[in-house]
């Protein structure tokens, strides 16, 4: 079974920028601060490390900064995912809809739990989960519509939610609309709500690439929903004295570097939105590019800056791109992301011969080379030079130029 290339330049240990960011948020003083502050209370033995009270605080500023009624905070995003589709008791043929343009990780959630996972093409031009495919794949079976910010493009809600309303599930009633908002934190829709104010549910990881990150891993999960919060409570503490449950807390620390990252979230994130904005300007001019759309009011956090090849390119002239990127020039780049079906086992045996030909034309022609804030501005000067120089280069073998 073929491995996924999600970097296609393998062989090059050593580039001058990564195919990614380790990092996404970073930390200051005042992250150290905290962090200095915790270790020398908490190692008294009459306080230790009980996190309950400060995880509890920053679920309430997390749920402030939102716009929702609760936050329950996780130890990652994966597990909150999980815990959601868990409180949902989805039986045999109960079916999720998600976009095949995805992080692997929602589709796995979804069959772990015993659901079916339905999928259905993205928008052209966000790769968001495109509401008139979900509509076309929408059945009486239908207990929950996944909808992602991917790559922190602001997904419009509202079609979604209206979508559940007409085709309600005879038993359990509108299909729930459960965000994954992973890579989209701070971010606003196109309705202007903050990200997590909508849907019945929405993720948010703090893994070390995210917006923000709490020492590499942790999650979030805010709804209004006062039954699901309190269940997700339980479940990630052994179920209290009458449920069951595990062990899926956050840690104190994690909590409090959590609470200065969020204070600092939207400064992280608009120095994030100014680059990809000036990157998408620097590179306007070649025409065997498409950049991602510029959107405002942070409706696009950009947590990857994608672009896109001419159709002619797909596949095998983005390839050289990427090796030409990485070659000559040391800068790296991802796909994120290809329909998990090409090259994960368990998902492709889970949904069987379907093909989702948009997908993957659209990420046949996709490549995300490496944007960070942190990027001095002389090298982002050099990373903009090379794509326009490697691109050229293509055009011309392709004969294109």
């Known amino acids: 079974m073929p491995t996924d290339p999600a970097t296609v330049p393998r062989t090059h240990a050593v580039l001058r920028w990564p195919v990614e960011p380790a990092q996404g948020g970073w930390y200051t003083t005042a992250e150290h601060d905290a962090v200095c502050a915790l270790l020398a209370e908490s190692d008294d033995w009459r306080i230790g490390w009980k996190a309950a009270t400060l995880v509890s605080s920053f679920e309430e500023a997390f749920a402030t900064s939102t716009g929702a009624q609760f936050a329950v905070a996780f130890n990652s995003g994966g597990t909150a995912l999980e815990m959601v589709l868990r409180y949902l008791k989805l039986e045999p043929g109960d079916e999720v809809i998600s976009c095949a343009v995805n992080f692997v990780g929602p589709h796995i959630a979804v069959i772990g739990q015993g659901g079916r996972l339905v999928l ?30 991917w790559n922190g493009a602001g997904a419009d809600i509202r079609p979604f939610l209206d979508l559940a309303g007409r ?192 997908a993957e034309r659209l990420t046949a022609r996709l490549l995300c080379p490496c944007l960070h804030p942190q990027i001095s501005p002389a090298d982002e000067q050099e990373i903009t030079d090379a794509i326009r120089q490697a691109t050229a280069h293509v055009a011309r073998n392709r004969g294109t130029a």
Request: with cysteine; glycine share 8%; charged share 25%.
């Open 120 to 149: 259905a093409e993205p928008d052209p031009v966000t790769l968001n989960l495109d509401p008139e495919d979900a509509e076309r794949v929408i059945s009486p079976r239908t207990r929950a519509i996944l909808v992602t910010h």
């Open 167 to 358: 085709h309600p599930h005879p038993v359990h009633g509108p299909p729930v609309v459960i965000v994954d908002a992973a890579r989209a934190c701070g971010g606003r829709t196109p309705s202007g709500a903050r990200v997590g104010a909508e849907g019945w549910a929405t993720m948010f990881s703090f893994e070390s690439k995210k917006l923000m990150t709490t020492f590499g891993q942790g999650g979030m999960v805010t709804t209004n929903d006062q039954a699901l919060a309190e269940r997700l409570h339980w479940l990630r503490t052994y179920g209290g004295t009458e449920h069951w449950g595990t062990n899926q807390m956050m840690t104190k620390i994690q909590a409090a570097v959590g609470l200065v990252q969020l204070s600092r979230l939207d400064e992280m994130n608009d120095a994030r939105i100014a680059r990809a904005h000036e990157r998408t300007k620097q590179l306007a001019d070649i025409e065997d590019l498409t950049p991602p759309p510029t959107l405002h009011e942070r409706q696009h956090v950009y947590y990857r800056h994608n672009l896109l090849v001419p159709e002619t390119w797909a596949g095998e002239g983005r390839d050289e791109l990427m090796e030409i990127l990485a070659d000559r020039y040391g800068v790296g780049s991802i796909i994120n992301d290809r329909p998990a079906y090409l090259f994960h086992r368990l998902i492709r045996d889970h949904i069987g011969a379907q093909r989702f030909p948009r």
